[in-house]
Antibody, heavy 119, light 107 residues
Framework: QVHLKESGPGLIKPSGTLSLTCTVS?????????WSWVRQPPGKGLEWIGE???????NYNPSLKSRLTISVDKSNHYLLLNLTSVTAADTAVYYC????????????WGKGTTVTVSS | SYDLTQSPSLSVSTGQTATITCSGD??????SSWYQQKPGQSPVLVIY???KRPSGIPERFSGSNSGDTATLTISGTQALDEADYYC??????????FGGGTKLTVL
């Protein structure tokens, strides 16, 4: 069973850039999956951020697209998220998740990492 | 944008059937999925492709999707089923969309 683990700064100042990493227990991001980020503000529901296929094709939530970059590092070991110009509204638990190619659901989720935007 | 609507809360007694609905325009024409999330935990897939259960999910969980409504049914609800449940589908631009979630309380 694949396991995902998110890591990040915990606390970030407003207007800064949020950078998160997702590590896959199998060691590399497979060709057969899309890799997603999902977030959940405190006490609220799930919000899809975006996803990337290992070949580099990406798909973003339109509401975040202007501030968002999702990528895979050159070693194909890490899923990365960069979100610029953060505000308090970006405070959330951030999850990475896996979706199979030609599938419409996310079958494996990480435990999440909490990000707080505050001065 | 494509919106999925869920009732915020539902209460059922232990042993009864819980029916959680998710509404969206022509939702029945799209694949729907359901996730269970307990406090402090990450979401867990309980139903995918409308009515399929992942391995390890109890048979009391079932799903359907027709018209404008997807439904998650929990038969013989147990105390450990108390959680938030989220539906998920896709919009016309291949963006993933979640419903607002339903908090299930088991009395």
């Amino acid at each position: 069973q694949v396991h995902l683990k998110e890591s990040g700064p915990g606390l970030i100042k407003p207007s800064g850039t949020l950078s998160l990493t997702c590590t896959v227990s199998s060691g590399s991001l497979s060709n057969n999956h899309w890799w997603s980020w999902v977030r959940q503000p405190p006490g609220k529901g799930l919000e899809w951020i975006g996803e990337i296929y290992r070949g580099g094709t990406s798909n973003y939530n339109p509401s975040l697209k202007s501030r968002l970059t999702i990528s895979v590092d050159k070693s194909n070991h890490y899923l990365l998220l960069n979100l610029t110009s953060v505000t308090a509204a970006d405070t959330a638990v951030y999850y990475c998740a896996r979706r199979g190619t030609y599938r419409y659901h996310m079958d494996v989720w990480g435990k999440g990492t909490t990000v707080t935007v505050s001065s | 944008s494509y919106d999925l609507t869920q009732s915020p809360s539902l209460s059922v007694s232990t042993g009864q059937t819980a029916t959680i609905t998710c509404s969206g325009d022509k939702l029945g024409d799209r694949w729907s999925s359901w996730y269970q999330q307990k406090p402090g935990q990450s979401p867990v897939l309980v139903i995918y492709e409308n009515d399929k259960r992942p391995s390890g999910i109890p048979e009391r969980f079932s799903g359907s999707n027709s018209g404008d409504t997807a439904t998650l049914t929990i038969s013989g609800t147990q105390a450990l089923d108390e959680a938030d449940y989220y539906c998920q589908a896709w919009d016309s631009f291949s963006h993933i969309v979640f419903g607002g979630g339903t908090k299930l309380t088991v009395l």
